[in-house]
């Protein structure tokens, strides 16, 4: 390799690309580039380039082919762009939910954004199936959920939104699923099942352990605990 590359005296110096590591379309500033003397197999030129992504500041390599005048889409190379954008999902979470989730952030890090809609409707469905609420319609079993208190009216706003967009990525239409939907619809997702297999099942542990802290005036632990025979941590 030689460090005189032609294109240093090009005013470029950002690529706005989707970031294999953390997921986002965002700005790279070029760090540092050099042009090898090798050729690719159909005569390009081929030029390296190290890359900051500014969003999560992570250093990529990236591989670029061209001329001097038209450089395709850059190439990268680093093996980490093989890791996923976000940590894995709690393992109180049940397993089939927790792989549909990776499917669908596996989706969004390749752009099929409807796809990842798709996954979302599917985590629906199965937190209502595995909560035992089978009735016919989507929008039937999530209105029990909340009727039943295993979900608050904020919640049930959530899941119903989630429903509604993906219901749009599941039936054909001419709309284009923007990434950003995708994204906030992983995420709430993610919370959904947090709130459900977490963070409930962990208030009723700190419940148990805590019982004059958290009983209302007048009421036993033993008339509380008689009360919830719809938590998760009894579904």
């Not at 954004?113 to 199936?129: D, K, P, Q």
């Not at 429903?163 to 619809?185: K, L």
């Not at 542990?205 to 008339?223: H, I, L």
Request: glycine share 6%; proline share 5%; hydrophobic share 40%.
């Amino acid at each position: 390799m030689t460090l005189s590359d032609p294109w240093s005296s090009v005013s470029e110096t950002h690529f706005v690309l989707n970031c294999p590591l953390c997921g986002e379309m965002t700005s790279f500033s070029i760090e540092a580039k050099v042009t090898s003397e090798r050729h690719s197999w159909d005569g390009q030129n081929m030029r390296f380039m190290l890359l900051l992504c500014e969003y999560c500041q992570d250093i990529l390599i990236a591989k670029q082919e061209g001329d001097d005048d038209v450089w395709l889409a850059p190439e990268f190379l680093s093996a980490e762009t093989k890791k996923m954008p976000r940590p894995p999902l709690h393992p109180h979470i049940p397993e089939g939910l927790r792989r549909i989730h990776e499917e669908g952030m596996t989706c969004l890090w390749a752009g099929a954004y409807t796809a990842a809609l798709v996954m979302v409707r599917r985590i629906l469905e199965g937190v209502c199936i595995l909560h035992g609420f089978t009735k016919k319609t989507l929008v039937q079993n999530l209105a029990e959920m909340k009727d039943v208190g295993l979900i608050d009216w904020r919640l049930f706003e959530w899941a119903q939104a989630l429903r509604v967009i993906g219901n749009i990525a599941a039936h054909y239409t001419d709309e284009e699923v923007a990434r950003e939907d995708a994204s906030d619809a992983l995420a709430l997702s993610e919370a959904l099942l947090e709130y459900l297999y977490v963070f409930s099942l962990r208030f009723e542990a700190f419940k148990k352990r805590n019982p004059e802290k958290v009983m209302p005036q007048g009421q036993s632990p033993t008339q509380s605990s008689g009360s919830s025979a719809n938590t998760p941590s009894s579904l």
